[in-house]
Every structure is written in C-alpha cells, then in structure tokens.
C-alpha cells in the first residue's frame, strides 16, 4: 500500500512539475505553502490543464440549445424607440429551453416618447429576453410597449459605436460562448443605404450618432475568424437588399433577408417569428428566412394600426447561389461593353423601366435582366440576360413586394442612369471580383454630368 501510494505522490508531482513548467511557476522562492499557493492562483485560467471530459461529442451537441438569435440593435439615432419597443416585443414570447433570445440595444437621448416605461437610459445594454407574463403575442403595439422590460441586463457597456465591425463582432463572440448552439442568427436593426462604402459619408448601415455608420465592406469584418458561421443574417434596415451587400456576406451565413426598398419599422414583427421558433425549435435557416418574408408581407398588407405601405419589398437569399448569380452578371456586363456601340439604346431603354427604389441608382437585377430580354434583337446578349434572369431565381428563397413594387424579383445592384453615385468602391467584394463597374462607367460616358435622374 505505501509502494502504491509513492507512485501516486509521484505522478502527482511530476504533472505538478509540468504545469508549473508550462505556466512559469518556480519553487526556488522561500514563503510559505499560503505564499506559494496564491502565485498559483494568479496563473491565467486558460493555462490550467483540464482533464480530458468522459462525455462524447456527440451528446455534448446534443446538450446545446437549438438557436441562438441575436439582435443588434444600433439604435443610437432616431430608431431609438423601435429599438426599445424590439425588446418589449420580444419579451412577449421569451427565451425558451431550446432557443436563446439576446440582445445588444444602443439608445440615445431624446427619442423615446414618454407612453414608454422603459425609462431614458443611454448607451448599450446587452439582455438576455425573457417572456413577460404581462405581454402576449397579437396584442398591439402599443399595448406591448407600455410595458416596461423585464428582462436581465447581463452587460451595461457604456457608450459604444455600435458602427465598429469590432463591436458587433464582440457582440456575436459573447453570445456564441455564453448561449452556444447548434444554429446562430444574427438581427441588424438600424438604419441603412445598401452598397455605400468607406468614402460615404454616410455609409451602409449600423448608424451610431456619437460613432457614424458602418461601410458594406467592413460588415464581413465582424464575422471573420468567428468559430462558427451564421445560419442567417437579416438586416432590418432600409435599401440592403442588394447584390453588393449580399456578395460581402456569403462566406460567413447561408441566408440573407433583407429588403430593396425603403423600411418600414418596425419592419417585420419579430415576436412572430420568434414564437414560431420556439414552437417549432428544429426549424432551418431557411426555414426562418422564408417566414420572415411572410410575416413581413402580412404586416404590411393587413397591418390595421398603419397604412399599408404599397412600396415595400423583402427577400430571403441563399448566399449560396450568389457568387454564380454575380459571375452571370460579369458575363452580362461584358456582353453589354463589348456590343456598347449599338446596344446603347436597348439597354438604356430596359434600364429606365426596371424597378427603381428610394435611390433610383438602385435597379432590381433580375426585372433588370427580363426588359433587356425583351427588347434586344442580339441574341448573345439576351443569352446572357437569361443566364442572370435564371441564376436570380436560384438566390431569391422567397419575396414579397407590394404594389407600386410590382418589378421587384429581390435583390437590387447599383445602376445610375447619369452621373456616378460615391461609395461604389473596388473595397467591395463583388466590384474589386466583376466587371459590373466598368460597365457603368462605359454606360455613363456619354451621359455623365447630365445631373438628371431618369
């Protein structure tokens, strides 16, 4: 027995040995055991060797909730009370066993009106939702945003810029290591232009008004190196239903939802879904894009407490099919340069009766394509306009558009009519890959500086 308990105060004190060894610890200093003891406290945690786990991998994911959705909500501008009244709507359903509901809210000073309970707090708050028994899914607005959060902060931050891809990566860390699941997705509510890239002054999205706004560029600099990519990334905001913005994400998610036209906050109503997903846990990524779109086109057609807005759009994209779908749209650019002399009138022609949107530098693709079709008599050109009108239904999952937006086959590119519009920079992916710029700089030549918006 004493043999065998040598051997163990051995083994013991060689993997002590070691440990210390990896974590620079020495046992030349004098002191006492107290002494000693404290300089090992003091070790970081992540050098203390953990005994390999008995548990299988495959029961730890089984172990993991279904969903972790997030929502960033930079709100730090005149959002500020959709911002608050997301979070009241959100409590109404809750996190749930299966699906985790958290939260990243930036407020600033000034905009939420007094029926709100929800107090006049400033700079970022991270939650974890919970349901609120005082709140129930159908009530109106209104009702649900008399009531006042219920929900734990598990972070005040302070002030932030909600515009740093920094900050929204940090956001999208914290919740992948304190809710891990087995599918993630990631809400953006703020405002939004599109394309707009790093020499806008006002740019994509994620507006901070102590901060600025966050080019198209850099929203994939949120997501690189994260240890999972994203089953969905929705943008409720207005006009990032576009090519540029989508070709910038397609390697980090595996849909997009998000609209071409203008939003109308507080945009789709997220407390659906999110009971949906919590009735129905082992939904998909697109599964939730496509009921997005859905509720999305309900609010907007049935709303009774807001007039419809007939201008509304949203799409569901599998970011899949977008590097063909912009590879089609390369081939097509070329066709058009290369016959420019004598397909100007053509595709000028379809250009002005495509689907426009707020900015009308913004053009539906695949209405776009469908015109030039019809009109041209060049049929390695209208080839080329079939291949990008084809590869367009293979990206589009699902869309909605309202009347006046009859065009709209869900994703938009730019394509000025005149003069080119800033922020269309090679720092995009899709300009710095594809030719669709040098297009339309051959297109504008003749027209540029006519300052007329067609």
């Known amino acids: ?84 009244y997301e979070i009241d709507a959100l409590e109404s359903v809750g996190s749930s066993p299966q699906v985790n509901i958290v939260a990243q809210l930036d407020r600033a000073r000034g905009f939420v009106g007094g029926e709100s309970n929800d107090g006049d707090w400033t700079g970022a708050k991270r939650f974890y939702i919970t349901k609120d028994p005082q709140s129930e899914v159908g009530q109106t607005q209104e009702e649900i945003y008399y009531t006042p959060h219920v929900s734990q902060v598990m972070e005040d931050l302070g002030e932030v810029n909600m515009a740093s891809p920094g900050v929204l990566r940090d956001f999208v860390m914290w919740s992948m290591k304190n809710y891990p699941a087995e599918h993630y997705a990631l809400i953006m509510m703020s405002h939004g232009t599109g394309y707009k890239d790093a020499e806008s002054s006002v740019k994509a999205t994620n507006y901070d008004d102590t901060g600025g706004s966050m080019a198209a560029s850099a929203i994939k600099d949120a997501f690189k190196d994260l240890p999972f990519n994203l089953d969905l990334i929705d943008f ?159 990206a589009i999952l699902a869309q909605y558009h309202g009347p006046k937006s009859a065009g709209s086959r869900g994703l938009a590119i730019y394509f000025p009519s005149d003069y080119p519009r800033g922020g269309y920079t090679n720092s995009l992916g899709f300009v710095k890959n594809y030719g669709w710029d040098e297009f339309v700089n051959k297109f504008l030549k003749k027209d540029a500086y006519s300052r007329v918006v067609r």
């Open 1 to 84: 027995m004493k043999k065998l308990l040598g051997i163990v105060i051995s083994l013991l004190f060689v993997s002590i040995l070691g440990f210390a060894n990896e974590s620079k610890i020495t046992f030349d200093q004098t002191g006492s055991i107290t002494e000693i003891i404290s300089q090992v406290k003091q070790v970081a945690s992540d050098l203390i060797p953990v005994p390999a786990s008995s548990i299988n991998p495959d029961e730890k994911v089984s172990k993991l909730k279904k969903w972790t959705v997030m929502f960033y909500m930079a709100c730090d501008n005149d959002t500020e009370e959709w911002g608050v």
């Open 236 to 394: 409720k905001a207005c006009l990032m239903g576009m090519i540029e913005v989508a070709y910038e994400i397609k390697d980090y998610a595996k849909y997009m939802t998000a609209t071409e036209e203008m939003s109308w906050t507080p945009c789709w109503p997220a407390e659906k879904v999110m009971k949906e997903l919590v009735e129905n846990p082992n939904m998909s990524g697109s599964d939730i894009s496509k009921r997005i779109v859905h509720h999305y086109g309900d609010y907007m057609d049935n709303d009774p407490q807001h007039n419809p807005h007939p201008n509304a759009t949203y799409s569901a994209i599998d970011l899949i099919q977008v590097e063909e779908l912009a590879k089609s749209l390369d081939t097509l650019a070329g066709t058009m340069m290369s016959g420019m002399s004598t397909a100007k009138p053509e595709i000028k022609g379809a250009r002005a009766k495509t689907q426009r949107y707020y900015f009308p530098w913004h053009v539906d693709i695949q209405h776009f394509a469908e015109l030039l079709v019809s009109t041209t008599q060049d049929e390695t050109l209208k080839n080329a306009a079939l291949k990008v009108v084809e590869q367009n239904k293979k």
